[in-house]
């Protein structure tokens, strides 16, 4: 081979490894995701579903969803599942902080890296976690509750003490009434549907009358505790987390349901994608993608909440 040959030879090669190194999209199209979602009952992960699809469909990745419907045995076997069908990256919104740490050790074991979106899992670390930052929008529920109170009352909350992401709110809230000692939490019961959520704001209003206020750990509760507090004759405000339109529009139309801390699945989800595919590729990513919650609020409720 002579000289001329063996750099033109060369320069092809460099040329075909440029090419590849500059066609991300190329290598995103072999990425397989498998994703495991706590609900679709919910419009939080309706859209946060749809976000991925759509995220996944502009970055040419693959992506396969499968709903555990609030079980945590069906997320262990959807996990199982996309082990043996050896995916890239599982992503996760745990059904049970603590529970899913099984699912996540064999995920890993099988050399398959896990990302939670939501909901945190316990004891057992990933990836990266993408999620709203709870504790703060709690602390936001729990100022805001102090203020539409005039800094005096009591309240319940409506609770879902399995998940991670409902502690953190609960926490918030009840750290930021510790800064408004006139407000005193006098009942915490779970509500997880709708139904239970219903049926443990009218436990409270039964055993606490005098009740000013209800923290709801997402839209459901919070929905659930201002027809339960309508019901009652009652002026309880109620204040909630998620923001999605159904609850936006009950906020709009009651002035007791004051308002709801709002989360943003649509950023979520594109992150989670995105994030799944820069950890199939081997690149650095942090350990956790906070989210800035919002808030909205009723018009009454916005001169009290300045």
Request: glycine share 10%.
């Amino acid at each position: 081979m002579t000289k001329r040959t063996s750099f033109t030879a060369m320069l092809s090669a460099i040329a075909g490894a440029t090419l590849i190194a500059a066609s991300p999209a190329a290598h995103a199209a072999d990425v397989k995701i498998g994703v495991s979602l706590l609900t679709q009952q919910h419009p939080f992960y309706v859209a946060l579903a749809d976000a991925m699809k759509q995220e996944a469909a502009k970055d040419h990745a693959q992506l396969d969803i499968s709903i555990a419907n609030q079980d945590l045995s069906k997320q262990i076997a959807d996990v199982q599942d996309f082990v043996t069908r050896k995916v890239d990256v599982i992503v996760l919104s745990p059904v049970d902080s603590k529970g899913v740490k099984a699912a996540v050790l064999t995920a890993e074991h099988a050399g398959i890296p896990v990302i939670t979106v939501d909901i945190q899992a316990q004891g057992v670390e990933v990836a990266s976690h993408i999620a709203t930052d709870n504790y703060a929008g709690g602390q936001s529920a729990g100022q805001l509750m102090c203020k539409v109170l005039g800094g005096k009352g009591k309240v319940g909350i409506i609770d879902y003490p399995t998940i991670q992401s409902v502690i953190d709110r609960v926490n918030g809230f009840k750290k930021a009434l510790g800064g408004c000692p006139g407000v005193q939490v006098v009942a915490v019961q779970p509500g997880i549907t709708r139904a239970d959520a219903l049926s443990a704001a009218q436990n409270m209003l039964q055993a606490h009358p005098d009740l000013d206020g209800i923290f709801g750990f997402g839209d459901d509760a919070a929905m659930a505790a201002a027809v339960a507090g309508k019901s009652a004759g009652n002026h309880v405000k109620i204040i909630g987390f998620d923001g999605m339109p159904e609850a936006r529009a009950a906020v709009d139309k009651n002035p007791n349901f004051v308002g709801v801390i709002r989360q943003y699945p649509e950023r979520m989800g594109a992150l989670a994608v995105d994030t799944a595919v820069k950890v199939a590729g081997k690149q650095t990513v942090a350990k956790t993608i906070p989210v800035t919650p919002g808030v909205y609020l009723h018009e009454n409720a916005k001169e009290a909440a300045k």
